[in-house]
């Protein structure tokens, strides 16, 4: 399985993703081990994420989130932090 996700930052900002393993890279990040951008930003917290079959679909889908407006990115959140979100089930 693939996923896309989306962390909160200690600062606020957000953060996305994608791996194949959802629980490790989340454990990974706050370890200081993730990312370059969430290591001065722990701890981070899991507050969005789909799920994809095919890995080109996710990395598709990471680099429309990333190029999202913050705006954008805190309506997907609204209520679904942890929540598994389809790939048919994104506005």
């Known amino acids: 399985m693939n996923y896309v996700y989306?962390?909160?930052c200690r600062d606020d900002s957000l953060y996305c993703?994608?791996?194949?393993?959802?629980?490790?890279r989340i454990v990974?990040?706050?370890a200081g081990k993730g990312a370059k951008?969430?290591?001065s930003r722990l701890p981070v917290k899991l507050v969005y994420?789909?799920?994809?079959?095919d890995r080109?679909?996710?990395l598709s889908r990471e680099w429309h989130l990333k190029h999202m407006k913050r705006e954008e990115?805190?309506?997907?959140t609204e209520g679904r932090e942890g929540?598994?979100?389809?790939?048919?089930?994104h506005t």
């Open 56 to 58: 080109h679909e996710a």
């Open 49 to 53: 994420f789909e799920m994809y079959e």
């Open 73 to 76: 990115k805190l309506k997907l």
């Open 28 to 30: 990974q990040h706050n």
């Open 17 to 24: 993703g994608w791996t194949t393993d959802l629980e490790s």
């Open 6 to 8: 989306m962390l909160r």
């Open 37 to 39: 951008y969430t290591r």
């Open 83 to 89: 929540k598994t979100i389809l790939p048919d089930e």
